[in-house]
């Protein structure tokens, strides 16, 4: 398959999409949780593990991060900027920086609650809730256009309308992108990683 990364995006997207039929995406309902947003928030963080050490391979070959705060020391060498990225969810007004923590050298609300539920689900259940699940998956979005960051701008790797992708501010035009359409704060200079 390729890019399997972003294919798991938006498929992950199409899953939001269909459970916002169920639960209104609203900072009011960020607290409502389930079974269903359980798994999506295991299998999120599951694909942020993956695609962080994707990331962190290309920026430093020889380091092998064993968890998110290394991964974090690591991508902030290279991409110093990203933790100021953000996505957002026209549909619903909503936009956030995933990763703004990072700045304050912390590890982001979300992802504590992603390692609460898959390691002690029985006493964090309710952190399987729909903010930590938007939030994951804003930051998987953040690591995906960031590893294929060459991909979208030079191979024309076509992007339509997306339920949640990075705000508009990074993007001009929004029904394939083309060389130039597309940029990253980490990648203003030059265009290149």
């Not at 079974?35 to 070959?61: F, N, Q, R, Y």
């Not at 990225?85 to 050298?105: G, R």
């Not at 990074?170 to 030059?190: A, H, M, N, Q, R």
């Amino acid at each position: 398959m390729k890019y399997p990364h972003w294919q798991y995006y938006k498929s992950i997207l199409g899953d939001l999409e269909v459970l916002s039929r169920y639960v209104e995406i609203s900072q009011d309902n960020y607290e409502t949780y389930s079974i269903e947003l359980t798994k999506l928030l295991l299998s999120i963080g599951s694909e942020i593990d993956v695609v962080a050490k994707l990331l962190c391979a290309d920026t430093k070959p020889r380091k092998s991060p064993g968890n998110i705060k290394s991964c974090q020391k690591i991508l902030l060498t290279k991409f110093p900027k990203l933790p100021d990225v953000e996505v957002s969810l026209p549909k619903y007004v909503i936009s956030f920086k995933p990763w703004h923590e990072w700045l304050q050298d912390k590890t982001p609300e979300w992802w504590n609650g992603y390692n609460k539920v898959k390691h002690e689900r029985d006493k964090h259940f309710r952190d399987g809730n729909l903010k930590n699940v938007l939030f994951a998956t804003g930051g998987l979005c953040v690591l995906v256009s960031y590893l294929y960051y060459n991909d979208f701008i030079s191979k024309h790797l076509g992007i339509t309308p997306l339920f949640m992708f990075l705000d508009n501010k990074y993007i001009s035009g929004c029904k394939v992108l083309t060389k130039g359409d597309f940029k990253l704060p980490d990648f203003e200079s030059d265009g290149k990683s």
